[in-house]
């Protein structure tokens, strides 16, 4: 276009491009853009709809080496939402934080709504697997998946996304545990989520609470679906291992190992491991955020005798002494420049059996006198 004599900046060529509407019309693309909608109806009680939702940039203090996860549901009908932060968005704490979704909701609607996710469904095929069939079967829920690029069917859990980021996330203290961020999320939502105003559909004006309080919803089991969560630690120079706010002990001779810590769900009990699925420990599990230092007597005697162990009344090596470099070293670094041994070079005999070789030649079987000079050479040798 230079070429053809357009005078103008790159940019200017492209907003040109777009108020005269030159590119040609994807129809992929614009599937989803100037054309009709219309709002879906939800029964009270009829579905929740849950999404992942990436939180960048968590406090120091959490111990993430990538984003926060947080898991939004929303109830459809009454929107509805509670949310529960997570380390990964593996199933074990997807199990985890939909366990805590749901009662913080208040119970379990007929079904929960999912995008493709690959720990609900094949994302290919969008069939649920079996592993999570398992818990939606031990929570009475059926599962729908939405159509593959069609993200306003679950439109209600979307804005909650956008409400959990952009008027919390973003003004969270930095001083926050993890824990007490979780308690301070809670408190938002019924604060701040809970008061928004709806209307039914007579047109009287009611509360996104008091929607919700008509719901008529199932009661969430008494126990959660016993999955297994699973994360890695390291040791602490106190043989501990951290896990939810709580520290628990492990064998010592372990300082900055890597552990696997595992608890089911629903247990109380926390396991310590090796890679190799070693169990090394074996705990009843703290209340999350309590701050308590877990320890089994064993782990203390131990830790104590190893301690005791290394402790010594000989004097400290002192400093400033004079080490000269060995004739072993000398030689080393003579042999990585490529210069002569300086030892040999010397004259400085190491090895006496090459000493008494070249005597031999020099008094060799002769004459007498030189032969016994010799042999008592050998001898002395």
Known sequence: ????????????????????????????????????????????????????????????????????????????????????????????????????????????????????MATVCHPGSGRVTASFAAVARHYGAGVRICPSRRGQRKGVVEKANHSAAQRWWRTLADEHALVGAQADLD??????????????????????????????????????????????????????????????????GMPGRELIVSSRLGSGIVEVATETGVVLARHRRAPDGAGAVIRDSGHVAALEAAVLAGFTDRAACRSKTRRPPSPAARAEAARLHGEPDPVAASGQVLDFAAYAAAVRPITGPGTAGTAGTAGTVEESL
């Open 187 to 252: 408190r938002f939502c019924a604060r701040v989520g809970d008061a928004r105003p709806r209307r039914r559909g007579d047109g009287t004006r009611v509360t996104v609470a008091e929607l919700a309080a008509a719901e008529p919803l199932i009661a969430a089991p008494t126990a959660p679906y016993p999955a297994v969560l699973t994360v890695t630690r390291t040791v602490s120079a106190q043989a501990l291992v951290a896990l939810r706010g709580n520290t628990y002990s492990v064998p010592p």
């Open 1 to 116: 276009m230079v070429e053809l004599g357009y005078p103008g900046s790159y940019p200017s060529f492209t907003r040109a491009l777009r108020d005269r509407e030159l590119r040609p019309a994807c129809p992929a693309c614009t599937a989803g853009q100037h054309r009709e909608s219309a709002i879906i109806d939800h029964p009270p009680g009829e579905e929740t709809q849950l999404d992942w939702l990436e939180l960048p940039d968590p406090p120091i203090g959490w111990g993430l080496s990538g984003p926060a996860h947080l898991l939004v549901g929303s109830l459809a009908h009454s929107s509805r939402w509670r949310a529960v932060l997570a380390e990964s968005e593996d199933q074990a704490h997807l199990i985890e934080a939909l366990d805590g979704v749901v009662r913080r909701l208040g119970g379990v609607t007929r079904y929960w709504r999912f995008d493709r």
